[in-house]
């Protein structure tokens, strides 16, 4: 089993800044990549971030105001935003793709997702 935990979101005014945590536990092996995705209300899930390796990709419109970074050692993930605007609103989950443990056999899956943090941006 394992769990991805997201936390950080909240409501902030325009031009403000957030940032979003999520941790991975339970019987990891290894995790090749992590990311950040968001779904607006009545929108399908996007891709926000995404890192793996020393790479990080981001969707144009969060370039320039979203960092991805990530702490192996904790099997964390953050994504620092900055210049929030009211169209960053939306449930932020966080994914990874990680090889587990279960009993004695070694899985891997792309599809390990957090329960999502809200994010509110107020004009």
């Known amino acids: 089993q394992v769990h991805l935990v997201e936390s950080g979101g909240g409501l902030v005014q325009a031009g403000g800044s957030l940032r979003l945590s999520c941790a991975a536990s339970?019987?990891?092996?290894?995790?090749?990549?992590m990311g950040w995705y968001r779904q607006a209300p009545g929108k399908q899930r996007e891709l926000v971030a995404a890192?793996?390796?020393?790479?990080?990709n981001y969707a144009d419109s969060v370039k320039g105001r979203f960092t991805i970074s990530r702490d192996n050692a904790k099997n964390t993930v953050h994504l620092q935003m900055n210049s929030l605007k009211p169209e960053d609103t939306a449930v932020y989950y966080c994914?990874?793709?990680?090889?587990?443990?279960?009993?004695?056999?070694?899985?891997?899956?792309?599809?390990?997702w957090g329960q999502g943090t809200l994010v509110t941006v107020s004009s």
């Open positions: 339970g019987s990891i092996f290894s995790i090749n990549g």
């Open positions: 994914n990874a793709d990680m090889a587990y443990y279960s009993g004695t056999a070694l899985y891997r899956t792309f599809d390990a």
């Open positions: 890192i793996s390796g020393g790479s990080t």
